[in-house]
């Protein structure tokens, strides 16, 4: 007879966090607050991104941001110049967020006063993938340089979010990276996927991705 339990911790840990988020995304329909989860891997613009999208979108909407990051505050300094509500978070050390650190930062940051929120997840391709974080979307960004077969090396990620955002479209013709091919890929991964090249620096593309937004908050708020 056997004299001790065996459990799955990971099971647990995964199913524990997408209770809590699925209570967040309840509490934020409520309140009207859509909140868009964006990942990427460490350099691929997501901060310059966010600022593009805020510029936008401002006159619009009532924009809230939440800066992750393992430490420092540089990414929320940023984000202040526009003058954006934005509060920084750190995750000592921790290469995600789950469900339960992202209603801190939303307690933290308020949403009585925010249609529109972003959570600028951790740059990471792995662990933030596999939490939900009680998000209304999931965006990503992939930057040409990082190459077009991403999505062959880290299927989950691309499998779970709602848009893609091709960044630094602009520098295509340098690198050796096949547009077609990221669309391909994807596609087989996540058949209902939208993707959006775009230039956070130039600003091509931002429109479409600003459109796309527009009518996601809308949607939320119409559920």
Known sequence: METYKVIEIKKSVFEDNDR????LREELKKNKTFLLNLMSSPGSGKTTTVLRTIEA???????GVMEADIDSDVDAYTVSKTGAKVI?????????LDADMTKQGLLELGTEDVDFAILENVGNLVCPAEFDTGSSKNAMILSVPEGDDKP??????FSI?????????DAAEYFNFSLDAVKERVKKLNPNIKVIPISAKTGEGIEEWAEWIRTEV???NEK
């Open 152 to 157: 062959l090396k880290y299927p989950l990620m």
């Open 20 to 23: 809590q988020a699925d209570l």
């Open 57 to 63: 979108l401002k006159d619009e909407m009532k924009i």
């Open 218 to 220: 809308k949607h939320w």
């Open 88 to 96: 920084q978070l750190h995750t000592g050390g921790m290469c995600h």
């Open 161 to 169: 979010v709602d848009v893609l955002l091709i960044n630094k479209i």
